[in-house]
């Protein structure tokens, strides 16, 4: 498939984890290994642009960290508990799926997550059988390393 019209990759990995792993079936994948392949690893100044969108139509080409261009939203803040409805699922994806369904045509992406990251926050809290565990509630985490605004058309 020829992929060099597109704008972005979107992954989801719906999964358990801990601060530096992805748990699959049988065994930890570490978030590096997953994110790896997508920076741009064969250069060691980064990614490389070319913009002709200069004025005086001059062209330059610059880098960019490898790093860039990422954003990484995590259910919750890292050491905390994720939540989830043993009917609904998990508080974090219940969120996001509304606020994409409701202005993910509207909004910058970054927009949405934070409208996410409300939502999780306000709108939800535990109600558990054990008493140490109900009353708690959840604050997602986006670490953005995005160089311009993302939209969904």
Aim: charge should be neutral.
């Amino acid at each position: 498939m020829d992929y060099s019209q597109m704008d972005c990759l979107f992954v989801a990995v719906l999964s358990h984890g801990d601060e530096n792993h992805l748990f699959a079936v049988d065994r930890a994948i570490s978030y590096e290994m997953l994110t790896s392949p997508l920076k741009g690893e064969k250069l060691d100044e980064g990614k490389l642009l070319r913009s002709d969108a200069f004025p005086g139509g001059e062209s330059k080409q610059y880098f960019i960290a490898k790093e860039s261009d990422f954003l990484l939203a995590y259910s919750t803040v890292p050491g905390y508990y994720s939540w989830r409805n043993c009917a609904n699922g998990s508080w974090f994806v219940q969120a996001f799926c509304e606020v994409m369904l409701r202005d993910g045509r509207r909004l910058e992406f970054v927009q949405l997550l934070t409208r996410v990251n409300r939502m999780v926050s306000y709108t939800f809290q535990s109600n558990a059988s054990q008493f140490s565990m109900t009353n708690k509630k959840q604050s997602p985490c986006i670490t953005s390393m995005l160089t311009k605004s993302l939209y969904f058309a």
